[in-house]
């Protein structure tokens, strides 16, 4: 069974840093294209950034451009997202999800209907 396990969120002051891990079992990171995503309470689930399955093609949501990185870790079977200069606005249940649909060359590399599986989320918080 895909098991899909993020942690690492917490509570953090603005302008400080946060790494999430999403640890991967039952399939091999370096087979699938790999996504971040956010949801606020009350908003829709929103685009942080991508991997492809190339392991050097990024994409980030313009929020969080030059402040956010994704990455993995092939031996760990594992995928991060480094979050730096947090900010308020940042506040949010993060998810990292899995696709091994083209769809993710074209726009929908941004829509979570795109992504098979999802783990269960971390909560980050941010605050002032």
């Known amino acids: 069974q895909v098991q899909l396990v993020e942690s690492g969120g917490g509570l953090v002051q603005a302008g400080g840093s946060l790494r999430l891990s999403c640890a991967v079992s039952?399939?091999?990171?370096?087979?699938?294209?790999w996504a971040w995503f956010r949801q606020a309470p009350g908003k829709e689930r929103e685009f942080v950034a991508a991997l492809l399955r190339t392991g050097s093609v990024t994409s980030y949501a313009d929020s969080v451009k030059g402040r956010f990185t994704v990455s993995r870790d092939s031996a760990r079977n594992t995928v991060y997202l480094q979050m730096n200069a947090l900010q308020v606005e940042d506040t949010s249940l993060y998810y990292c999800?899995?696709?091994?649909?083209?769809?993710?060359?074209?726009?929908?590399?941004?829509?979570?209907?795109?992504?098979?599986?999802w783990g269960q989320g971390t909560q980050v918080t941010v605050s002032s």
């Open positions: 999800a899995a696709t091994n649909s083209a769809g993710v060359f074209s726009t929908a590399r941004t829509a979570p209907s795109t992504y098979q599986y």
């Open positions: 039952e399939l091999r990171i370096v087979n699938y294209h």
